[in-house]
């Protein structure tokens, strides 16, 4: 497998794990770095002691390096980065933001920088402001996505023309053939959010595994359109905010609508009906709840014989 991903961040294998709010703990993320992975604490919505907490937690679980994600748009990202920096987390991972925010800090003190991009231009940018490495995710990806809607079969190789960093792809992959099909387009490695929140370790609650298990080709929805599009399980939530979009219901009212506490409610409390539950695209090929390792396993050895088969 040619890859720089893993000289860039010093892990074993070029397969990374999204940051996702309320589910991407110290535990998951360890776990994923200990099989060999770029294990990811997702800080978005945490207030600074509790990312110190789950950096030290992470600390205990795997000497293997691991990284924090910032939303730098998130109200919490200036103490998030300061708080991974000072602790020495070796890699920090990026998105919904200008790229230059935190990249030149980063790297002074001495962190390696992947920022998550939705199209060609952000690409770039990113690439100007100096990161290691591009991941390219597209519109199949669970959770916030890009308003240019360009799918990940697309982007992924206009981006990897585009700049010279490393590139890796993200948004609908979940197994063996997606990684195949990933690195067949020019990337480098992947990115996996929704196939590590149903694996044995996530903090995801039953209730939201089930529903990934339980998901089908067309149960996620894109809620959102004008003011941030969200990719999510299909549920009753869900509904009112099409319908009310549908309506014509102004976006501030929209929001004002849906409130806050949203992922609280899927990802810790399993609420069915009034719970946010992020998903991508490859709910619906996962079938059932694996450890992280077997995971990782299943997507090495497995990329190799379709590999070797074509």
């Known amino acids: 497998m040619k890859s720089r991903v893993p000289g860039v961040l010093g892990i074993e ?6 940051g996702m709010i309320w589910v991407s703990d110290a535990v998951l993320a360890a776990a994923v770095s200990e099989a060999g992975g770029l294990g990811v604490i997702g800080a978005g919505g945490m207030p600074t002691e509790t990312v110190r907490e789950e950096i030290a937690k992470a600390r205990e679980l795997t000497s293997k390096p691991f990284g924090v994600n910032v939303p730098i748009l998130s109200p919490y990202a200036e103490g998030i980065f ?26 002074e003190a001495g962190m390696k920088v992947a920022h998550v ?3 060609v231009r952000m690409a770039r940018k990113a690439q100007e402001a100096g990161v290691d490495v591009i991941i390219a995710e597209g519109y199949e990806a669970g959770g916030h996505n890009g308003f240019d809607e360009i799918t990940t079969m697309v982007l992924v190789p206009q981006v990897v023309d585009a700049v010279d960093v490393p590139v890796v792809a993200a948004g ?11 690195f067949a387009l020019g990337a480098e490695g992947v990115q996996l959010g929704t196939r590590f929140l149903a694996s044995l370790e996530s903090p995801a609650h039953p209730r939201y595994k089930e529903l990934i298990l339980s998901s089908g080709d067309c149960s996620t929805v894109i809620t959102g359109r004008a003011f941030g599009p969200v990719r999510v399980l299909r549920n009753r939530l869900a509904e009112t905010i099409l319908q009310a979009e549908g309506e014509g219901m102004a976006p501030e009212k929209i929001q004002e609508m849906i409130g806050s506490g949203r992922s609280v409610k899927a990802c810790l409390e399993g609420d069915m009906d009034e719970g946010s539950f992020m998903s991508g695209q490859v709910a619906g090929m996962i079938g059932e709840i694996k450890g992280v390792r077997e995971i990782i396993t299943e997507l090495v050895e497995g990329y190799e014989r379709i590999i070797a088969a074509l």
């Open 13 to 18: 294998h070029p397969i990374l794990q999204g």
């Open 82 to 107: 300061a708080t991974a920096a000072d602790m020495g987390v070796p890699v920090l991972t990026t998105s919904a933001g200008n790229p230059m925010t935190f990249t030149a800090r980063a790297r």
């Open 117 to 119: 991009v939705s199209n």
């Open 172 to 182: 609908g992959i979940g197994d063996a053939r997606g990684m195949a099909a990933a």
